[in-house]
């Protein structure tokens, strides 16, 4: 059985080496992003630290080499909010090259009210989405000079649930926070194919692979002090829920197989084997609304026009 359809040669605990590669993870100081980020690192790899917080990602960096000896943990300061400050922090990466960049970072509102990014943007739909979306162009250069570029976007099983709706991608109309923030995961995973449609267009080497985590709770994540603390009531109280969800580090494994996999292709999506919430990584059918190819181009050119991004977000021409 081949790796890309199922998991027999794939084993989570024994990752294939990566030295001298370098990989970008938002939001890599906690949740989902950390365990991401710790996994990169065990295969010697260069794993940069996307956060805003320089104290957080320090607090991961320690719990990473505690776990990983020797590991290559750096830190980009990157606020996916303010889409001016993007350039800047790519430009102190001083890099000549990335592999791969982990589109996981996010913004998660439960309660009103509706709330904004300096640039005016929704703070959900601006930090999820189209803080993403201006990165990928800065960093177009740098995957593009990679032998093998890739980006994963980091979707979500909710969003498989929830609409666009492209008359209002801002939600000044009727804010609910947890639409809302199912929605701009929603347009991550549509970026993410569109834009794989677009580098093969455009004959690029760089791939764009979605991933998600299934249900990865809080309560079923192992202890990473200070970064994730579990305690032994909270860890018995989840027992149950263990049987058909899963922790944050095997939420985990999905990105990380679309990073390091040598037989994954642009435009797949990854997600857990079991009813996709739990379990080893494996591809998962693209269809339903996700595979309306004419929302996705509509939500392209709207995100163009909201943030100033060239049409080819900087990787070659652009489809017309």
Same mark, same amino acid.
């Given at each position: 059985?081949?790796?890309?359809s199922?998991?027999q040669?794939w084993?989570?605990h024994?990752l !294939?080496?990566?030295?001298g590669?370098?990989?970008?993870?938002?939001?890599?100081n906690?949740g989902?992003?950390?365990?991401?980020? &710790?996994? *990169?690192?065990?295969t010697? +790899?260069? /794993?940069v630290?996307?956060?805003?917080?320089?104290?957080r990602a320090?607090?991961?960096?320690?719990s990473?080499?505690?776990? /990983?000896?020797? @590991?290559?943990?750096?830190? *980009?300061r990157?606020?996916l @909010?303010?889409?001016s400050?993007?350039?800047?922090?790519?430009?102190?990466?001083?890099l000549?090259?990335?592999?791969?960049?982990v589109?996981?970072?996010?913004?998660?509102?439960?309660?009103? !009210? %509706?709330? &904004?990014t300096?640039?005016?943007?929704?703070?959900?739909?601006?930090?999820?989405h189209?803080g993403?979306?201006? *990165?990928t162009?800065?960093? +177009?250069?740098l995957?593009? +000079? @990679?032998?093998?570029?890739r980006?994963?976007?980091?979707?979500?099983f909710?969003?498989?649930? &929830?609409?666009?709706?492209?008359?209002?991608l801002q939600?000044? &109309?009727d804010?609910? !926070?947890?639409?809302?923030?199912?929605?701009?995961?929603?347009a991550q995973?549509?970026?993410?194919?569109?834009?794989?449609?677009?580098?093969?267009?455009?004959?690029?080497?760089?791939?764009? /692979?979605?991933?998600?985590p299934?249900? +990865?709770?809080d309560?079923?994540?192992?202890s990473?002090?200070?970064v994730?603390v579990?305690?032994?009531?909270?860890?018995?109280?989840?027992?149950?829920?263990?049987?058909l969800?899963?922790?944050?580090?095997?939420?985990?494994?999905?990105?990380? %197989?679309? /990073?390091?996999d040598?037989?994954v292709?642009?435009?797949?999506?990854w997600? !857990?084997?079991?009813l996709g919430?739990?379990?080893?990584?494996?591809?998962?059918?693209?269809?339903g609304?996700?595979?309306?190819?004419?929302?996705?181009?509509?939500l392209?050119?709207?995100?163009?026009?909201?943030?100033?991004?060239?049409?080819?977000?900087?990787?070659?021409?652009?489809?017309?």
């Open positions: 059985m081949s790796s890309r199922g998991t040669r084993d989570v024994r !294939p080496p990566a030295p590669r370098t990989f970008l993870v938002t939001g890599g906690a989902i992003g950390y365990f991401v980020a &710790e996994q *990169l690192a065990g010697g +790899a260069t /794993v630290l996307g956060s805003r917080s320089p104290e320090a607090a991961a960096k320690d990473i080499r505690s776990r /990983v000896p020797g @590991a290559d943990i750096r830190h *980009l990157l606020d @909010a303010d889409l400050s993007l350039k800047t922090s790519v430009d102190t990466l001083e000549d090259r990335l592999d791969a960049v589109h996981n970072a996010g913004v998660a509102l439960d309660d009103p !009210p %509706r709330r &904004e300096e640039s005016g943007d929704e703070l959900m739909f601006g930090t999820n189209l993403h979306f201006v *990165l162009q800065r960093l +177009a250069p995957l593009s +000079a @990679a032998p093998a570029g980006v994963v976007t980091v979707g979500s909710a969003a498989k649930s &929830e609409r666009l709706d492209l008359a209002d939600s000044t &109309e804010y609910r !926070p947890k639409r809302t923030y199912g929605r701009s995961k929603l995973m549509y970026f993410g194919l569109e834009l794989d449609r677009r580098l093969r267009a455009a004959n690029s080497t760089v791939l764009s /692979v979605l991933a998600h299934g249900g +990865a709770l309560s079923l994540t192992p990473r002090p200070p994730h579990r305690t032994a009531a909270e860890r018995l109280r989840a027992l149950p829920a263990g049987l969800i899963q922790g944050k580090e095997a939420g985990a494994w999905p990105a990380v %197989r679309a /990073v390091l040598p037989e292709s642009g435009g797949q999506l997600g !857990p084997r079991v919430l739990r379990g080893r990584p494996r591809t998962e059918a693209v269809r609304h996700l595979a309306d190819t004419a929302v996705a181009a509509r392209w050119d709207a995100s163009c026009e909201l943030t100033g991004a060239d049409r080819a977000l900087g990787f070659g021409p652009g489809r017309r």
